[in-house]
């Protein structure tokens, strides 16, 4: 694709039994960019043959796949989404017409589980909380949504430091300085392909609420 409407960074470790479905899943105008961040499943290379743009990015982190994605992305707006297949990519055009029509800033995906098994509970409980503190700063948000959407140029304007678990919290509390727009849209939010590294352990999610809990406070104080 020589001139997509919009690019969707994927971060990817090891997804390789996902990525069919994602990439088959990829509206029309939206190209994919998937972030290998250290696979060894052989998701790069699967991700290639599908015909999504691959970059390597060889340093560890949610927040430095997403990074590298938005550094290699050319399209004027940008999504994020995961990888590994709890997330309809046909639901991208939710988050990002609003911002290719000028009507916000930053778009998230709201979570609408689509079965119990599709959120676990610690996961669950941790985003209620997280949610709420983002609302007693003014920003109305129920869902630290995984799907997003923003125009390239604004985000790396954003300065966005974190490069952990931390990133997705950061851009939005960034965004808030800024004065942006941000809005919320539904997006259904199904069981993942294969395992979790983050959310569907409790261990993954302490080290995500660490990375926040870090974040926050350097944005606050």
Same mark, same amino acid.
């Given at each position: 694709?020589?001139?997509?409407?919009?690019? !969707? #960074?994927?971060? +990817?470790?090891?997804?390789?039994?996902?990525? $069919?479905?994602? *990439?088959? @899943?990829?509206? /029309?105008?939206?190209?994919?960019?998937?972030?290998?961040?250290?696979?060894?499943?052989?998701?790069?290379?699967?991700?290639?043959?599908?015909?999504?743009?691959?970059?390597?990015?060889?340093?560890?982190?949610?927040?430095?796949?997403?990074?590298?994605?938005?550094?290699?992305?050319?399209?004027? !707006? #940008?999504?994020? +989404?995961?990888?590994?297949?709890?997330?309809? $990519?046909?639901? *991208?055009? @939710?988050?990002? /017409?609003?911002?290719?029509?000028?009507?916000?800033?930053?778009?998230?995906?709201?979570?609408?589980?689509?079965?119990?098994?599709?959120?676990?509970?610690?996961?669950?409980?941790?985003?209620?909380?997280?949610?709420?503190?983002?609302?007693?700063?003014?920003?109305?948000?129920?869902?630290?949504?995984?799907?997003?959407?923003?125009?390239?140029?604004?985000?790396?304007?954003?300065?966005?430091?974190? @490069?952990?678990?931390?990133?997705?919290?950061?851009?939005?509390?960034?965004?808030?300085?800024?004065?942006?727009?941000?809005?919320?849209?539904?997006?259904?939010?199904?069981?993942?392909?294969?395992?979790?590294?983050?959310?569907?352990?409790?261990?993954?999610?302490?080290?995500?609420?660490?990375?926040?809990?870090?974040?926050?406070?350097?944005?606050?104080?």
């Amino acid at each position: 694709m020589s001139m997509p409407l919009v690019d !969707v #960074v994927l971060p +990817c470790l090891d997804e390789a039994g996902a990525l $069919p479905y994602v *990439l088959s @899943r990829m509206p /029309d105008g939206y190209r994919a960019i998937v972030v290998d961040n250290g696979s060894t499943d052989g998701s790069g290379a699967l991700a290639a043959r599908l015909g999504a743009l691959v970059v390597t990015e060889p340093r560890k982190g949610f927040g430095a796949a997403c990074h590298a994605g938005l550094m290699a992305a050319t399209a004027p !707006v #940008v999504c994020f +989404c995961d990888c590994d297949g709890s997330l309809d $990519p046909q639901h *991208l055009p @939710r988050v990002a /017409d609003p911002v290719l029509e000028g009507r916000s800033d930053l778009v998230l995906g709201r979570r609408r589980p689509v079965t119990s098994r599709a959120w676990p509970p610690h996961a669950r409980a941790a985003n209620v909380l997280l949610a709420f503190r983002l609302r007693r700063t003014g920003v109305a948000v129920r869902d630290l949504g995984p799907m997003r959407a923003a125009r390239r140029e604004a985000l790396l304007g954003l300065g966005v430091k974190d @490069r952990r678990s931390g990133y997705p919290l950061e851009t939005v509390l960034a965004a808030k300085r800024a004065r942006w727009q941000i809005t919320e849209i539904d997006v259904d939010y199904a069981p993942r392909t294969g395992k979790s590294k983050v959310t569907g352990t409790v261990g993954g999610t302490l080290r995500a609420i660490k990375d926040m809990n870090r974040v926050w406070k350097e944005a606050t104080r």
